[in-house]
């Protein structure tokens, strides 16, 4: 009888993924790319989410429309990286790297689990059709579209 080899996020730390494996991580939720609000008043890292979306998520499907070239025009773009693991607080609680990098298995709804690619759609995890364009929001009014805290 053949072993069972457990899935790559199980056996390897998020240093030894490759590339593929690394991006494959993303279920495609699309809350990394919500604007955030930080209370400075707290010390705690807590970070406020809004609904707010970066002016390139597709705000339906809530994938980037230029990925490979975002950091061109949105400069502060986040790019992760497993070196940065220790600051995944901010991330959801449900972001596949955040989870990975704390140790803990991904959800029966993240694609890799369960082969959909729609089922974190389905699960309401993301903000599919819940979303503004940052371009539609004035700055001063993003505290009016916080959604949950994280940190």
Not at 7 to 13: D, E, G, H, L, Q
Not at 120 to 130: D, E, L, P, T, W
């Given at each position: ?20 494996e ?97 089922a ?11 979303m ?20």
């Open positions: 009888m053949a072993a069972k080899v457990e899935p790559f996020w199980k056996r390897k730390t998020l240093a030894e993924l490759d590339h593929d690394w991006e494959s991580l993303c279920d495609g939720c699309g809350l990394c790319c919500l604007q955030k609000l930080e209370d400075e008043d707290e010390d705690d890292g807590s970070v406020y989410y809004t609904r707010i979306a970066c002016k390139l998520l597709d705000l339906e499907t809530c994938r980037c429309r230029d990925y490979p070239n975002r950091r061109q025009f949105v400069p502060d773009c986040i790019q992760l990286t497993p070196g940065q693991a220790s600051e995944f607080r901010w991330l959801p609680p449900t972001c596949a790297y955040r989870l990975v990098a704390e140790g803990l298995d991904l959800p029966p709804w993240h694609p890799l689990v369960c082969g959909d690619p729609q974190v759609h389905k699960a309401g995890i993301s903000q599919a059709g819940r503004l364009s940052e371009n539609a929001v004035s700055e001063d009014d993003w505290e009016d579209y916080m959604i949950f805290r994280a940190g």
